[in-house]
């Protein structure tokens, strides 16, 4: 740095010089401007967006216009022919209008704990609640945390339930509004009114409205008697009344109720001690025990029951309304929807599923059970079917409760409660309740493979005592057994990995990987097997090496494309090919597999519902078919044509019927725990199950013939006057004449004359698919009778045999006996020592013998000679043209 005279006086001028001054003035004039033009954008970007949120907020329906109290119109069913089914009504079973002096005070305060914690403190909006959900999505990107208040709530569930599938600018103009008539209801209603209206609104899940309903569905008493514990379940279930379903989701409920009662502790509405006991109440045994006893005064049909869980879920995905919105739309907006339903169809398999002839052995009855016992002590115990299960399965670990008669089953109940009583206990009133069941019980969906259409559906045989009940054709989940082996190993085998339906597989004792040994369910094995054969006879080795060698990932790719929603990824192994699987499959699902098939290999959603309308008429949702492919077309004719053949050689000739082609597959799990048909015609897919709800052994003779019977004697009447039709045959199949035993072209001479009779067929291919080489398991061979091995040039004619044999088989296989071995020797009985002359001892002169006795003339020749045939070759197996005449192994291929 210069600090001289010079140098400070270089620098005076710099400051003061007319650039430097100029250059100042003009960035002070720049900052002002910037700063002018920023605080200019500021309040014109504060009056639009004022403007804005006053135009939003006068859009809003005044307050003294609006009725957020619950109200509805009356929704119908109609079937496919327009005539209505069945009313879906809010009020009754639905909706019971409670006061708030009837709602315990643990239920009001868990629901503002889990919903809205500032509820008696904000003006009907949570500024905080706001500020943190703002904050947190600002902070993470997902904008995902709720602020909306009990006020909102009750608001968007009865006035703004008409926005639905909106945009995002939508979104936050119905939001504006929803905040601003918060404000302003909060105005002119008290706390009580509010909360009094959305706990008498909001949706708590299996077809409740309210809580007094919800108490009823799930504990079966009135609200006013719910404990604290009994209250976080129903607080619970809000925030989705499909995950949070205590029900059907009892674990994730639980979590929710945990959260319930530390936010109730945390707030200070309950204290250390009721927190605990509340988490120690076994409230979900009481709540499965309702469950199976539910009644209601006009129960819906098995089919509008599942009509309902389709139309919430497509309201919900389709619409994006709120679980709570759809539950409402159906029971209080006046919807009419118009069902797939046939109900002559409906008629049929109802009549046929409740009819005994249709079933093997005599009817049996197991039963719900539920029983209250107040202990002496001044405890209560609860006990179910469940706990007499596990009490009589400790020693007895057959032990079942299907009883031949109503009368039986009640004697065991009395039995199991008197061992089970002590000294001082007491049965309050209502304490015990038991509903008798009809077994085995059964499962069936009618469906049309064209459009998807449901046409019927039987969730049980019996009557059916309660809307929403256990629906087995829907809801419950079954191992399919042997109707997987064409989905997940033949379909796949077929349509990408190169096999065709005469690609054959050695039928032979085999272990899966993991080292379990697998039978087939004869007990015996039949060598090589055309794939075909392997279908129409259900034959498990055959299926499971087939998956083994596509891979069971494949084959289970293969089964989410069909539709199957309860795969697991531990269900990626060798026994998927059976069946075998963790969580099963539902009967529907199963249907609508087996309709891509029928349909020529294209998935069709199963459909319950075609249209819905609103109150005024106008079109809600036109459920047209949602489709993709799962295979080729020829895929879908080829596997169609194998199991034409399960129903007229194979094991379901029993489902047969006159009139109509029919192509089907039978199945029977471990034990015959489950049986089932899955068949369609050129018109419907129909699939039926039966078995014991307890997952019993059917044991009894016959019983797994139960779902053919039941299946021919439905579509057989479904089937009456329809034009016979037959599968149609798609452009791209071909045929060939091929070896049974090879899967390859057959040869004359070979194929045909096997000792067990011919097996030349001629087999149906997608084109491109049809061997082009000669059959190699077939081979011609000559036996020495005597030895039993390859003749020799040595064997006499009268011992030598030529048949036809095969090779590359297994020993312990019905190919067993007519293997020839790869490695078999030539006779070791005639051998060139045993055909030498002896000639007789001749005296003559020019001859003389040693002692051994050999010749000793070193000018004779042999006098053996090799045979030879009239072309002068030999005989030795090695002619130049490949012929039968004296080859003693002729393979039939040059």
């Not at 804005?52 to 069913?77: E, F, H, M, R």
């Not at 007990?523 to 090589?528: D, E, H, P």
Request: proline fraction near 3%; hydrophobic fraction near 30%; aromatic fraction near 8%.
């Amino acid at each position: 740095m210069n600090y001289g005279k010079k140098g400070a006086s270089r620098k005076d001028k710099r400051i003061t010089s007319t650039g430097t001054l100029i250059r100042k003035k003009f960035t002070v004039i720049f900052c002002k401007a910037l700063l002018v033009c920023f605080l200019a954008a500021i309040v014109i970007g504060g009056c639009a967006g004022v403007g804005i949120l006053k135009g939003i907020i006068d859009d809003a329906p005044d307050i003294n216009d609006i009725d957020p109290t619950p109200t509805g119109y009356l929704s119908v069913v109609l079937d496919d022919q327009g005539n209505q089914t069945a009313t879906l009504v809010a009020s009754g079973s639905n909706r019971v209008y409670v006061t708030l002096d009837e709602i315990p005070i643990d239920l009001q305060h868990a629901f503002v704990a889990i919903e809205d914690e500032r509820f008696y403190e904000h003006n009907g909006i949570d500024i905080k609640g706001i500020i943190r959900a703002g904050f947190t999505g600002l902070t993470t990107g997902h904008f995902s945390q709720g602020a909306s208040t009990i006020t909102q709530q009750l608001l968007k569930n009865n006035v703004f339930d008409g926005w639905t599938n909106e945009s995002w600018s939508e979104k936050v103009e119905r939001k504006i509004q929803e905040q601003y008539l918060a404000v302003q209801l909060s105005k002119v209603k008290s706390k009580k009114w509010v909360l009094e209206n959305y706990l008498n609104s909001i949706n708590l899940g299996q077809n409740t409205l309210g809580v007094q309903a919800a108490a009823r569905r799930y504990f079966d008493k009135d609200v006013s008697e719910l404990t604290l514990s009994e209250s976080a379940v129903i607080a619970g279930i809000t925030k989705s009344p499909s995950a949070y379903n205590p029900v059907s989701h009892p674990e994730k409920n639980a979590e929710r109720r945990k959260l319930v009662l530390k936010n109730m502790k945390e707030q200070g509405y309950i204290s250390d001690k009721e927190y605990e006991e509340a988490l120690a109440d076994d409230v979900y045994s009481r709540i499965q025990q309702v469950n199976v006893e539910y009644v209601d005064t006009n129960p819906n049909s098995y089919f509008v029951d599942a009509l309902i869980d389709q139309v919430v879920q497509d309201l919900v995905e389709k619409k994006g309304y709120t679980d709570t919105q759809a539950y409402k739309a159906i029971y209080n907006s006046g919807l009419t929807i118009e069902s797939t339903q046939n109900m002559a169809m409906q008629q049929i398999c109802d009549e046929e599923a409740n009819n005994p002839d249709n079933y093997s052995g005599d009817i049996e009855y197991s039963f719900s059970y539920r029983l209250t016992v107040n202990k002496a002590d001044g405890t209560t115990k609860n006990y179910s079917e469940q706990t007499m299960l596990s009490y009589y399965q400790s020693s007895d670990s057959n032990y079942n409760i299907n009883f031949s008669s109503q009368e039986e089953a009640q004697a065991a109940i009395d039995a199991y409660k008197a061992e089970i009583m002590e000294d001082g206990d007491t049965i309050p009133e209502g304490g015990e309740s038991v509903i008798f069941t009809l077994q085995p019980q059964t499962a069936m969906t009618v469906m049309d493979q064209s459009t998807g259409e449901v046409k019927a559906i039987v969730g049980g045989r019996g009557d059916k005592t309660g809307s929403r009940t256990l629906n087995r054709a829907t809801d419950t989940t079954r191992q399919p057994g042997s109707t997987f082996k064409v989905l997940a190993a033949y379909a796949p085998a077929l349509d990408t990995a190169g096999m065709t339906l005469a690609t054959v597989q050695d039928d032979a004792p085999f272990t899966y990987s993991n080292g379990t040994s697998l039978r087939n369910y004869d007990n015996s094995y039949r060598g090589f097997t055309t794939l075909r054969y392997a279908i129409t006879k259900s034959i498990n080795v055959v299926t499971v090496k087939t998956l083994t060698d596509i891979s069971p990932q494949v084959g289970y790719d293969y089964l989410e494309n069909f539709g199957f929603t309860t795969l697991d990824q531990k269900d990626i192994v060798q026994s998927l090919a059976l069946g075998g699987i963790t969580n099963g499959v539902t009967n529907l699902e199963l249907t609508a597999a087996y309709a891509t098939i029928a349909d020529g290999g294209t998935y069709t959603r199963p459909r319950f519902y075609t249209r819905i309308l609103d109150h005024e008429g106008n079109v809600l949702i036109d459920n047209t078919a949602e489709t993709h492919t799962v295979l080729k077309d020829t895929t879908a004719f080829l596997l169609t044509d194998a199991m034409k053949d399960v129903v007229t050689v194979g094991t379901g000739s029993r489902a047969a019927f006159s009139g109509q082609a029919i192509a089907g597959k039978t199945g029977t799990t471990t034990k015959n725990r489950d049986a089932l048909f899955a068949g369609f015609t050129p018109y419907y897919t129909c699939v039926v199950w039966c078995g014991y709800d307890d997952n019993s052994p059917q044991s009894k003779s016959g019983q797994t013939n139960s779902p053919k019977n039941l299946w021919r004697s439905v579509m057989s009447r479904i089937h009456e006057g329809l034009e016979y039709k037959d599968f149609t045959q798609p452009d791209g199949i071909v045929t060939a004449t091929v070896c049974k035993k090879s899967g390859k072209l057959a040869v004359e001479g070979l194929c045909d004359c096997d000792p067990r009779g011919s097996m030349v067929e001629t087999e149906y291919f997608a084109a491109g698919t049809e061997p082009t080489e000669v059959c190699d398991h077939h081979i011609s061979a000559t036996i020495c009778t005597a030895s039993g091995m390859l003749a020799s040039e040595f064997c006499p004619a009268e011992t030598r045999q030529t048949s036809v044999y095969i090779i590359g088989g297994s020993p312990n296989t019905e190919d067993g006996p007519y293997l020839l071995s790869d490695t078999q020797n030539q006779c070791t009985v005639h051998t060139a020592a045993s055909v030498i002359p002896q000639l007789p001892s001749i005296e003559a002169p020019s001859t003389k013998t040693d002692d051994t006795g050999n010749n000793d003339n070193k000018n004779n020749t042999d006098t053996t000679k090799t045979p030879t045939d009239n072309t002068g070759n030999d005989n030795t197996g090695n002619g130049s043209d490949g012929s039968l005449d004296n080859s003693p192994i002729n393979t039939g291929q040059n």
